[in-house]
T-cell receptor
Framework: DSGVTQTPKHLITATGQRVTLRCSPR?????VYWYQQSLDQGLQFLIQ???????AKGNILERFSAQQFPDLHSELNLSSLELGDSALYFC??????????????FGSGTRLTVV | DQQVKQNSPSLSVQEGRISILNCDYT??????FLWYKKYPAEGPTFLIS?????DKNEDGRFTVFLNKSAKHLSLHIVPSQPGDSAVYFC?????????????????FGQGTILTVHP
């Protein structure tokens, strides 16, 4: 157990639908990062929040949005889902706002399947 | 635009021998490099890192080498063990000031599946 909790572990939904992925960071960590891993692809950075505020943004689609709540958990909302959105979505957390990755702790991921 | 590339999708080695995983990058702004290891049904876990001011970093059986002029890094595992069988991701971080649009972001390669045979 890495200390980063992601729910649900698996999600199957139809095209056009909307889903919410949830992440609880490791205790004491203020930053949350979201990554997407599609088939045969590396992890693609989506977005980072630090202490409730958006800190960095990657190639996140406009159909996707995220937020970090006062209790520091984060949610990634995916709407108007397409088949190509099927992927593993990872959340990671770190203590500080940057950390260059050595302070990242990843969750075990949510596998999203769009049918 | 794949800024971090792992050109070998898979690698198979015998237990006790050396495993060498390679990674190339194109962005000269990268100043910190990391290797992550991933088992099935788990998230990636940090393995070892190296700053761009160094050319080698060692931690037990794991050594990372950085060749900045060639924009190439490699991970050496000696001796390899069956428990090392996993997917290995190379990642890089850019030297940007806090508040920049990419601060805190890691750019990952596609991963290399390492299989160590007993």
């Amino acid at each position: 157990d890495s200390g980063v909790t992601q729910t649900p572990k698996h999600l199957i939904t139809a095209t056009g639908q909307r889903v919410t992925l949830r992440c609880s960071p490791r205790s004491g960590d203020l930053s949350v990062y979201w990554y997407q891993q599609s088939l045969d692809q590396g992890l693609q950075f989506l977005i980072q929040y630090y202490n409730g505020e958006e800190r960095a943004k990657g190639n996140i689609l406009e159909r996707f949005s995220a937020q970090q709540f006062p209790d520091l958990h984060s949610e990634l909302n995916l709407s108007s889902l397409e088949l190509g959105d099927s992927a593993l979505y990872f959340c990671a957390s770190s203590v500080g706002p940057g950390g260059k990755g050595y302070g990242y702790t990843f969750g075990s991921g949510t596998r999203l399947t769009v049918v | 635009d794949q800024q971090v590339k792992q050109n070998s999708p898979s690698l198979s080695v015998q237990e006790g021998r050396i495993s060498i995983l390679n990674c190339d990058y194109t962005n000269s702004m990268f100043d910190y490099f990391l290797w992550y290891k991933k088992y099935p049904a788990e998230g990636p876990t940090f393995l070892i890192s190296i700053s761009s001011i160094k050319d080698k970093n060692e931690d037990g059986r794991f050594t990372v080498f950085l060749n900045k002029s060639a924009k190439h890094l490699s991970l050496h595992i000696v001796p390899s063990q069956p428990g090392d069988s996993a997917v290995y991701f190379c990642a890089a971080s850019a030297n940007l000031l806090p508040g920049g649009t990419s601060y805190g972001k890691l750019t990952f390669g596609q991963g290399t599946i390492l299989t160590v045979h007993p």
